[in-house]
Each structure stands twice: as C-alpha cells, then as structure tokens.
C-alpha cells in the first residue's frame, strides 16, 4: 500500500446485477499492480448483490449501500469521496477489465506533463460475432474534445469513443468536476465537456484494448433509453461547450439515430434545420443524417456487422490495433 492507503481506487457503481458485478470487481482485483481497492457502490436496497458480494473474501473490496437509488452518476461522485486512492479508475458493472489495465494507464499518468490528466483506453467491443477494436480512431494531439466525439470521418459508429470504463482520473479532479446529479441522459458526455474546459486537464490514450465492453448482453444501460426531445433540450443548454461543428456532429450522430428509432418524421425537418441554423456541418455529417433516415436501420446494422468481422479478420488490424 502507498503510506498505508492504496494508490490507485476502483470505482464500480452497480444496482441488481449481481452476476455482472462480480465478474467486474474480480477483474479488478485480479490487475498485475495490485496497490488498489474497490469500491463497489450499490445505488439502493440490493440485498442479493450484498450477498454475493459477502463471498469474495480480499481486503481490498469495499461495498456501500446507499439507502436510496440516486443514479449512476452520483454513485459515481459517492464513489469518489470514499475513495483512499489519488487516482480513480472507474469501471461500469457490466464491462471487465484485463489484467495490465491499471498498471498500463497509472504509467501514463505518471508521465504526463499535464496536472490533470485524464487517461483512456481502448476496449474490445464483444458482441456474439467477434471482438473489435473501441475506438477505431484516437484523438489527433490538436483536436477539439468535442469535434472528436461527435464528428465523424466515416459513415458507422464506433470511430471515436469515451465511455467510463476506459477512463483513470486523478481524485482531486473529479472533487473540483464532479459528475452532474439529475441528468436523465448525457450524463457521461456532460462530463468530458466540461472537462475539456477545465484549466490543466489532458485526455490521452493508451493505444493497445485494456477492457472489454460487452455489447450484445441483453440488459439496460444508463440513458440506452431514447427521447431526442429531451436529448435536444440537453444539447441546447450545452451548446456553449463545444464548437458549431460539434453541434450539428451531435444531431447527426446521436439526436438522428434516436428520432429515426421512434419513427418520428416530424422530428426529421426540424433537426436538419437546428442543425444548419445553429451548427456548421460538413458533407460527411449531412451523409450521416440523411443515412439514418433513408437507409434502413436492419440494413445499416449488417453491414456494420460485415465491416467489423472483416477488420477483426484483418491481419494488419491485429497487428496495427489503430483507430
């Protein structure tokens, strides 16, 4: 242990998922660097995760009740504030880590020049078919955090990606930006926008997959829910965090995709004029609206399925593992 305590915390929030959780606290436990503990945050009454949890006997696991659900972002910031680590890697309940994860990024960390550095990892999207690389694309050293996450450079998903289990933050950032209680949706996303406005943070990555992201579990995820209504309302009110670029990538990516889903045409007219209006974008992001509405979402989705096993098949792609 660092001066008694442990350098590194685990932060894993989870609530009645009980078989998912233990697979993730044991590959927590189970890093080569060792110096941690985990905090396993159940978000309300959960008596058969209590349980199961009871059954793993290592002093480094630490398990809070809250005594009411408050959602998946302040069990994150309760989390936080137990946490004894100076950095915090966080980890959803349902994903795993692989072995050399902490050590790989708490290395990273180490070596940067920032104050803040927020350090990522690439995952290993598992679905039924194959295993594929998550993100495809890393930052460019340059690129605008926003423009990274909500424009893309290519037709399908998966191009550029943040998610919580890829991330290792050191403790005193996430007590000055902690996680925003309430939202329904974004949560995540509300986050690394404002970050990338907070004095001294970087995001890097470690370029190698040092978790998996199980895609095809048949479960609900935090905010998998779709309401472009209320996702449109969000993105106006963060409009000042990321650029006109940003702005209409996000209608394209992510506001599209939700009101194509619900099969509101209505919406269809009224997004492409909020995105022209108020956002600046380029060719590739009106090719993306106009797909998610034209092209048939059975049709989009096998023929992602056939670029992902083909790139899995690649030998310059396990070899290369770029984005």
């Known amino acids: 242990m660092h001066n008694g305590t442990p350098f590194v915390t685990a932060v894993i929030p989870t609530r009645n998922r009980s078989d998912l959780v233990v697979r993730a606290v044991r590959s927590s436990l189970n890093q080569s660097f060792n110096d941690l503990e985990v905090v396993v945050v159940i978000d309300g009454p959960d008596p058969a995760t209590v349980e199961r949890l009871a059954e793993i006997d290592d002093e480094r696991l630490h398990v809070i009740e809250l005594p009411e659900s408050v959602g998946g972002s302040e069990a994150r910031n309760a989390g936080v504030r137990a946490a004894r680590g100076d950095w915090i890697a966080f980890l959803d309940d349902d994903d795993e880590w692989l072995p050399t994860k902490v050590a790989r990024q708490l290395d990273l960390a180490l070596k940067s020049r920032s104050r803040f550095p927020v350090i990522a990892t ?82 890097e990555f470690v370029p190698e997959p040092l978790g998996i992201w199980y895609l095809d579990e048949n479960r609900k995820r935090i905010g998998t829910t779709n309401n472009w209504e209320y996702s449109l309302g969000w993105l106006r009110a963060n409009k000042c965090r990321m650029t006109s670029r940003a702005y209409a990538g996000f209608i394209a990516t992510q506001l599209g ?34 797909g998610v509405w034209l092209v048939p979402r059975r049709l989009r989705l096998i023929i992602r399925s056939y670029i992902h096993r083909s790139k899995s098949q690649s030998p310059s792609d396990h070899a290369d593992r770029s984005g």
């Not at 050293?141 to 998903?157: G, V």
């Not at 619900?262 to 108020?278: I, T, V, Y």
């Open 122 to 203: 690439r995952m290993l999207g598992r679905t039924q078919n194959c295993d594929f690389l998550i993100p495809r694309r890393l930052p460019e050293p340059d690129e605008c955090l926003s423009e990274y996450l909500f424009n893309r450079s290519s037709l399908f998903r998966g191009e550029a990606q943040l998610q919580t289990s890829m991330l290792f933050i050191n403790r005193e950032l996430l007590l000055v930006v902690p996680f925003t209680s309430g939202l329904r949706r974004h949560q995540d996303t509300e986050w690394y926008l404002r970050i990338a406005q907070t004095t001294g943070v970087s995001v």
């Open 257 to 290: 995709p939700e009101a194509s889903a619900q099969g509101d045409w209505n919406a269809f007219p009224l997004l492409l004029r909020e995105m022209l209006s108020n956002g600046k974008p380029k060719p590739i992001d009106l090719a993306i609206y106009f």
